[in-house]
T-cell receptor, first 116, second 111 residues
Framework: GDSVTQMEGPVTLSEEAFLTINCTYT??????LFWYVQYPGEGLQLLLK?????DKGSNKGFEATYRKETTSFHLEKGSVQVSDSAVYFC???????????????FGQGTILTVHP | AAGVIQSPRHLIKEKRETATLKCYPI?????VYWYQQGPGQDPQFLIS???????DKGSIPDRFSAQQFSDYHSELNMSSLELGDSALYFC??????????FGAGTRLSVL
């Protein structure tokens, strides 16, 4: 079945540090890839997406590139801020065709804490 | 812009009771998804509806049922509640390009 694997364990960084959160996937079809962010006590917010190989999603200084050859979609940010502290989920959905996409399959989530 | 609305935000129930969670999708969205997120866990897909018909089913217990109504809102009905049902329940809606937009969730506590 389809699955997403994120780097294990929480990530703690100082403000302005470089961030990388690794994400790899296995999929039976041709997936679209997403990063969602969850702030404390809130729902999931779409951070960025990529729908085909070599696409780069970007938003709020975050970037991720869809690498089909390594089945990866690593999240990066050049300079994190305290306000970036949240849980980050990598996810995929299979392009089923038509106008209705399928369910999201999530990774385990990575807790990011940024200290001043 | 209008977002996905879920109600109630918090719900406390006793074991063996029933609960109904409601979801109001973004206007003109035709697809609704339900996910369950246990403490410290990733969201797990339960069920989805497209144009008021069930479109996919995940790891939803037989004690749970759901439907999508003519106005596209959806309800998740949970019976014979167990302690293990305590979780955050998310609804998401989508249309067209398929990006799913999530509500703030309903936190269910079963005592």
């Amino acid at each position: 079945g389809d699955s997403v694997t994120q780097m294990e364990g929480p990530v703690t960084l100082s403000e302005e540090a470089f961030l990388t959160i690794n994400c790899t996937y296995t999929a039976t079809g041709y997936p679209s890839l997403f990063w969602y962010v969850q702030y404390p006590g809130e729902g999931l917010q779409l951070l960025l997406k990529a729908t085909k190989a070599d696409d780069k999603g970007s938003n709020k200084g975050f970037e991720a590139t869809y690498r089909k050859e390594t089945t990866s979609f690593h999240l990066e940010k050049g300079s994190v801020q305290v306000s970036d502290s949240a849980v980050y989920f990598c996810a995929l959905t299979i392009n089923a065709g038509g106008t209705s996409y399928g369910k999201l399959t999530f990774g385990q989530g990575t807790i990011l804490t940024v200290h001043p | 812009a209008a977002g996905v609305i879920q109600s109630p935000r918090h719900l406390i129930k006793e074991k063996r009771e029933t609960a109904t969670l409601k979801c109001y999708p973004i206007p003109r969205h035709d697809t609704v998804y339900w996910y369950q997120q246990g403490p410290g866990q990733d969201p797990q897909f339960l069920i989805s509806f497209y144009e008021k018909m069930q479109s996919d089913k995940g790891s939803i217990p037989d004690r749970f049922s759901a439907q999508q109504f003519s106005d596209y809102h959806s309800e998740l009905n949970m019976s014979s509640l167990e302690l293990g049902d305590s979780a955050l329940y998310f609804c998401a809606s989508s249309h067209g390009e398929g990006i799913q937009y999530f509500g703030a969730g309903t936190r269910l506590s079963v005592l």
